[in-house]
């Protein structure tokens, strides 16, 4: 795939040129802050941009504020947000009008080659990528009345693995369910959470990410 990379830590933005270059991926554009983000993207229409959240000149939501934009704009192109830290509001930011071709990983994870190019290739392919962390502290939900407590741990389970981005086949894959398995319990997670019935893979993402942060 094509990609344009927005990091301003030198040492991480060649790295990830690198490591992208031997898996045969091209990166088209790097850049140290996101001040020309998008205009490199209107210049280059690439396949997934990853960016990190945290940019020059303040270091605060420049990254995340371009990867919103990018995804008004230029709904064709993924966009790969890396955060050094769990920020669930900026979790909830960038997944609040979309959970189609987005991700929100933690830096480590990056470290964990296997799983950044998994992350990007769900991307990709049209699908979400959550770090597994920023899924955990959303389900980290344990006062009286909340609705969470009403699933059983498998049910707990598939829907951790569904709020990251994962396929019902993926699911299964992960878990090692039988895909009739995954959809009996996601349908009982649906039912118990008292969300409404929707047809697209992203929008239920969507819909429990959104449920989750209320």
């Known amino acids: ?48 941009v990853v960016a990190d959240i945290r940019m020059p000149p303040t270091h605060t939501d420049e990254g995340l504020r371009a990867a919103v934009e990018i995804r008004e704009r230029f709904p064709d192109v993924g966009v790969l947000v890396l955060s050094q830290h769990v920020e669930r509001n900026y979790a909830a930011q960038l997944l609040a009008s979309t959970a189609e071709r987005v991700g929100y990983l933690l830096k480590d994870r990056v470290a964990q080659v296997e ?17 597994p962390e920023v899924v955990r502290r959303l389900l980290v939900r344990t006062t009286h009345g909340d609705p969470l407590t009403r699933l059983t741990p498998r049910e707990r389970t598939v829907l951790e693995a569904l709020a990251m981005g994962y396929t019902n086949t993926g699911i299964a894959r992960k878990l090692h369910l ?25 929008r ?4 429990v990410l959104r449920y989750l942060e209320s």
């Open 1 to 48: 795939m094509r990609l344009i990379l927005a990091e301003d830590s030198t040492l991480l933005r060649e790295g990830l040129v690198r490591l992208l270059a031997d898996e045969g991926h091209e990166v088209v554009a790097a850049l140290g802050d996101a001040v020309t983000l998008l205009a490199e993207v209107a210049r280059h229409r690439p396949d997934v």
């Open 115 to 131: 799983e950044f190019l998994d992350a990007l290739e769900r991307i990709h392919a049209g699908g979400a990528a959550i770090d």
């Open 178 to 202: 039988s895909l009739s398995s995954v959809e009996k319990n996601l349908n009982a997670v649906f039912t118990k959470l008292d969300l409404p019935h929707t047809t697209g893979y992203n």
């Open 204 to 207: 239920r993402i969507l819909a």
